[in-house]
């Protein structure tokens, strides 16, 4: 959302008369346009300009990839782009496309100027990805018929179309299909004062009064990313509620995000779980991943892939050739005091993974 839209909200509340179904207002959190879309302005600017030129050109707007990680708006930038282009948007995913038939059947019902939104584009089968090239710069797929010495391939021309693609691990998408892409933008964690914002826009949509205490509460709870601000903001609706409070200040979001087990640095269960673990139970490391999952009762890639990246972010924790380590801020934040033999990413018993050898996770 502009500034000069966000700023004619009240400073200090912000209130709305509409009173839509639940299910309608989660639906409207997300922004339509992308002078609505809070955040990412290097990518907005450069993503406005393409498909503006598209419109002067009267053709479909370029291949677009999105990377980034999980929550900061690539699906939202997919619908706005269809909007945007005024073209109809067909979602679907990589893990859903096993067989180049399956990519087949959606390229050949495609109809001209319409978006394509794949996400998890890294996770799409080889051999649709390989038909996938042909696709994106000569729309055109070559379908094999019969087997064998026998088979032959029937080209089938496909209408002008856009594939915007979204991956979380841009890494893992081979260089032909990255380079197919006229357009490529990094989602970047968001700042506080933009989530402030993103929050603003939120309540007003589910006729919520809140302080701006209270969404600086809320955004510093939020890991720099809107999808856990928007539900943060929806739990703390839902205590409010019940408790039958109309005005929410930070005093009231507090209470409700503490119910929720989430901290001031938006830490939750399992984060502090893997850090009171580590800590405790391993002299603060290093210790192997799958030891500190089993100490949590979660599966090795849940902590890998849930709570790791944060903590790693937030210097909470580190990765080391020898195993993950907790990191000063960690006793610090859990207010453990370093035991004279504690040592972060120092020789102990605990250096090796669970088949004694050195983890090669790195």
Known sequence: MSSDRQGSADSNVVSSGSDPEDRAVEAALRPRTLDDFVGQKRVRNQLSLVLEASRLRGRSADHVLLSGPPGLGKTTLAM???????????????PAIQHAGDLAAILSSLTEGEVLFLDEIHRMSRPAEEMLYMAMEDFRVDIVVGKGAGATAI????????????TTRAGLLPGPLRDRFGFTGHLEFYSSQELEL???????????????????????????????????LRRVRDWALVHKVDHIDDTA???ALDMYEVDERGLDRL??????????????????????????????????????PFLVREGLLGRTPRGRIAM???????????????????????????????????
């Not at 919520?208 to 999808?227: D, L, N, Q």
């Not at 207010?335 to 088949?355: C, I, K, P, T």
Request: charged share 20%; glycine share 8%.
């Open 155 to 166: 080209p089938l021309e496909l209408p002008p179309f856009t594939l915007v693609g979204a």
């Open 80 to 94: 706005i782009i269809a909007a945007e282009m005024n073209a109809p948007l067909r979602i679907t995913s990589g």
């Open 198 to 232: 993103v929050l603003r826009r939120s309540a007003m949509l589910m006729d919520m009064r809140v302080t701006s205490s209270a969404f600086a509460e809320v955004a510093g709870r939020s890991r720099g990313t809107p999808r856990i601000s928007n539900r943060l």
């Open 271 to 308: 984060d502090r779980a893997v850090l009171h673990a580590l800590i405790t139970k391993f002299d603060g490391g290093p210790v192997g991943l799958s030891t500190i999952a089993i100490a949590v009762g979660e599966e090795p890639e849940t902590v890998e892939t849930v709570a790791e």
């Open 328 to 362: 000063p801020a960690a006793w610090e934040h859990l207010g453990l005091e370093r035991a004279g033999n504690a040592q972060s990413g120092a020789e102990n018993s605990y250096l090796l993974d669970d088949e004694g050898e050195v983890p090669n996770w790195l």
């Open 253 to 255: 979001a507090c209470a």
